[in-house]
């Protein structure tokens, strides 16, 4: 009965083969019936490699599941795995997605000395003094002065920007990105944001309406959503 | 119930004891029994500025380590008897003093005098937190220069904090002339950075030093422009509403500060 059931469906796209695996049976059945599918379909030497997106459905899967399913796939060579995609996610893992993507809303002044740090996007209504310091894992949106030190995207996110109504900062920190201030004596800028600029591969400072179409995605929510 | 107000700047050399022996001075002047404190240990000054220096025999010291009573260490001022001075000592040094030692001695000054001045030394360690310790209320001294705006926003932001109002601000040695050239940070600069009340400013006169050389504080002085600022600054600490003082006759700087002051208002 059982064996009749396709448990693995391959179907093949102009961008590789999508492996659709049976959400409902058991691993042990996966991970056998994978070993044949594989072997059966496997590119001969001659052809190109091919790339495999693997499709898991409800299924939830342990890193070390992956792992060994990517080894099952990619054993010859011939295939490489771009994905594996699954539309469950553990708890825990949710719960850290939803507050790195939260907007944490403050209301102070950020002294010389002090340091605010937050989990998500940080939304200050205050100043950042000079010596002060705002570091936040999204962006920074700051409706006030910002004359101290601005850290967004601090464990690593490129994507994050920096927003605040006045802007004469001693330093820009995005990710592993640092700008400081020009050495001669300079006017701050009103309504400006600082973010990465790929091609230049550093901070640049522009206009807030640039953002519209440089950063569509402002949530982080929604930027994991689409991207893992 | 006397209350008790911290006069501090984390830099040095702005004027805290200067400023601390005037406005209890002017206080006095007002008829209001006042106690200064100086808890520069190590370092004392106030007694010199106040003219006092010859006349200690006991310090904070002593009475924190229970070497004399608190009245004994107490010093009368010679000129009226709504002023007493405890002195700091000279010998020791901050780690001398406890909070708790401080909060005692507030404590039961407060049930005697009206307003007890506490000048903190410079710096923000253990001296700085000893006298911010018993103080119900809080005065941050700056001078218009980068470096002493800096400290004070520091300062403010160790004494938010602490269990009291929110600090108010005192600008010292203003010097016109720089100011009008644009070399000086300007008042309203000032106070939109470290966004706190202003209680005063006092403009850069030779009668300050001239006067704490003598060991009289200026404040005593009828018609200094320094001694009518410090003066001002006590009306207000009581409550009065004084308009701030005009630096110069120059109509610039007095548009600006007529207009700061019409924005506060």
Known sequence: ?228 | MGEAIVITSGKGGVGKTTTSANIGTALALMEKKVCLIDTDIGLRNLDVIMGLENRIIYDIVDVIQERCKLKQALIKDKRFDYLSLLPAAQTSDKSAVTTDGMKQIISELKQEYDYIIIDCPAGIEQGFQNAVAGADKAIVVTTPEKSSVRDADRIIGLLEKEDMESPRLIINRIRNHMMKNGDMLEIDEIIQVLSIDLIGIVIDDDEVIKASNKGEPVALQPNSKASIAYRNIARRILGETVPLQSLEDEKGVLYKVKKFFGMRA
Not at chain 1, 43 to 57: A, C, F, I, R, T
Not at chain 1, 150 to 162: C, E, L, N, V
Not at chain 1, 164 to 192: C, W
């Open chain 1, 1 to 228: 009965m059982l064996d009749k059931k396709q448990l693995i469906t391959i179907k093949g796209t102009r961008d590789g083969l999508t492996l659709f695996i049976d959400e409902v049976c058991s691993y042990d059945l996966v991970v056998n019936e994978l070993h044949a599918t594989i072997a059966e379909s496997s590119p001969k030497e001659n052809e190109p490699v091919v790339s495999v997106k693997v499709q898991l459905g409800n299924r939830f899967l342990t890193e070390q599941q992956k792992k060994e399913l990517t080894d099952i796939i990619t054993k010859d060579h011939r295939f490489i795995v771009e994905s594996i995609e699954s539309s469950v996610i553990r708890r825990e893992e949710a719960l850290r997605w939803k507050e790195h993507s939260d907007i944490q809303a403050v209301s102070r002044v950020i002294r010389s000395g002090q340091v605010l740090e937050v989990t998500g996007d940080l939304l200050l209504i205050g100043d950042v003094n000079p010596g002060g310091k705002v570091v936040a894992t999204g962006n920074i949106y700051i409706m006030g002065n910002l004359h101290g030190i601005a850290h967004a995207g601090s464990i690593g996110d490129r994507q994050a920007f920096i927003a605040a109504s006045f802007m004469k900062p001693n330093q820009l920190r995005i990710a592993d990105y640092i700008s400081r201030a020009p050495d001669y004596e300079a006017d701050g800028v009103y309504m400006e944001c600082g973010l990465v600029d790929e091609e230049q591969d550093k901070i640049v400072i522009d206009r807030l309406q640039v953002l519209s179409h440089k950063r569509q995605v402002l949530s982080g929510f929604e930027r994991r959503m689409q991207n893992g």
